[in-house]
Structure formats: C-alpha cells, structure tokens
C-alpha cells in the first residue's frame, strides 16, 4: 500500500492556517499555494537517489553527492493544479510539466476529461502529480490512469489538503502511489467539498468567483 505522508512542518502548518482563511484574498492565496508546493516538494522529493561525486572547494576535495539524474515530471490537474507549478519547479526546475485538464460534475462528482498533454518520455520519469484538494478521489484517480496509460509506473500524489475519502479512493485504485499531503480534513459535505477544507480552490486561485 502507497504510504500517506502528512507534512506537519511548523510553516506548512502556519501557510495552510492562512490559506484556508476566507478573509485571504486572489493574491495572497496565489502566493501561499506556491509555497506550500515548494514545501511539500521538499518532502516528496525526499527519495530521489543520489551519487557518489567530489567537488573542490576553496580549502579542499569535498567528497559528496548528486542528483542520479533521475528524470522527473510535474502534472497538475486543471486548474488548481497549476497554482502549484511554480513552487514545485522552484526545487525541480529541471522537470518537464505535463498538463491534464479535469472538472468535476457537480451533479455526479464524476471526473470529465478535457485536455491532457504528458512529456512524450513519460514512461522515463518519475511523475508528480500536483492538486490543491484530494475530495472524492475521482479527479486524481482518473489522472492517475490516464499517466499509467502513457507507461509511466513512478507515480506520486502532491495535495495540500485531503479528506479521508479522497485518500481511500486512491489507494484502492492505485495501492503503489504514494500522497503527500499538508492536512487530512474531516469529512466531505453533501456537494463533495472538503469540510473545513478551504472552498474551491480553482475560484480562489483565479478569482472567478
Ligand atoms: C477541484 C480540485 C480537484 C477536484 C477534487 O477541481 O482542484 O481537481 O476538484 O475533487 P475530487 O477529488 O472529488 O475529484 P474542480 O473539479 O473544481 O475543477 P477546477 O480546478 O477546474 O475548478
Ligand atoms: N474541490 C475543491 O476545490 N474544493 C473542495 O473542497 C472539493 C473539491
């Protein structure tokens, strides 16, 4: 089974208080979810392998370690997902950004394919998928598949806040993916929100509401 990893960082902690405040405004919210990707980046990338290599300081041969040069991949799900992009890439900018554009069905929850455009090496890299908000599962199960489609098998979930149900889902559909995360919430309310959770991410992070 994927493990879940709760990012409990005093400044994760502290960001997500504001971000979550319906008193913060377009910008502010912008500027938070970019730092909480670069956060839980850190953590997600925890297990990158590294190389044996040797640098020469000004005092000396330091003998240290490199990237392996593991090829990576960031795939935010339209929209919110984007807003996470950059802080990601702020840590990995080496990584290629493959985009896959879902909404949700506001009657149903069900997950609608609009857009999907990966690296054409896909089935190189290691994968990052990147959401603010794991509800039902149904969006990020769904890119899921369409990224095991492609013939990538390195998959790993980045979300800010998740509720139970979300995480469930996913790790009965996908046990070998792994979901970081900054707060696992309490429940999800009768249209599928996250309760306290934050709203929509999407309208926040793009004004459009
Ligand atoms: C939100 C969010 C996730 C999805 C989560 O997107 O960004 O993609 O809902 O819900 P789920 O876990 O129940 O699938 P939304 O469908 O509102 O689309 P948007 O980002 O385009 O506004
Ligand atoms: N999508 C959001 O943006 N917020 C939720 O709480 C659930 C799904």
């Given at each position: 089974m994927g493990k879940v990893v709760v990012i409990d960082h005093p400044l994760v902690q502290h960001k997500l208080t504001h971000l979550r405040?319906?008193?913060?405004?377009t910008k502010q919210f912008r500027e938070l979810v970019e730092e909480l990707a670069t956060l839980l980046a850190y953590e997600a990338t925890r297990d990158l392998p590294l190389t044996d290599t040797t640098v020469q300081t000004p005092v000396g041969l330091a003998k240290t370690k490199t990237l392996a040069g593991k090829k990576l991949g960031i795939v935010p799900i339209l929209r919110a997902g984007l807003g996470m992009v950059d802080g990601m890439m702020n840590l990995i900018p080496a990584a290629k950004v493959g985009h896959i554009g879902l909404y949700r069905d506001?009657?149903?929850l069900k997950p609608v394919d609009y857009y999907c455009k990966l690296p054409p090496d896909v089935q190189e890299r290691e994968i990052i998928i990147v959401d603010p908000m794991l509800a039902t599962g149904g969006s990020a199960v769904e890119a899921i598949n369409i990224i095991k489609k492609a013939g990538c098998t390195n998959i790993k979930l980045v979300n800010l806040i998740a509720a139970p149900e979300g995480i469930e889902a996913v790790q009965a559909a996908h046990p070998d993916v792994d979901i970081f995360v900054a707060a696992v919430d309490e429940y999800l309310n009768d249209?599928?929100?996250?309760?306290?959770?934050?709203?929509d991410a999407g309208d926040r992070l793009f004004g459009t509401k």
């Open positions: 405040d319906e008193k913060t405004g506001p009657q149903t249209h599928g929100y996250i309760v306290p959770g934050l709203g």
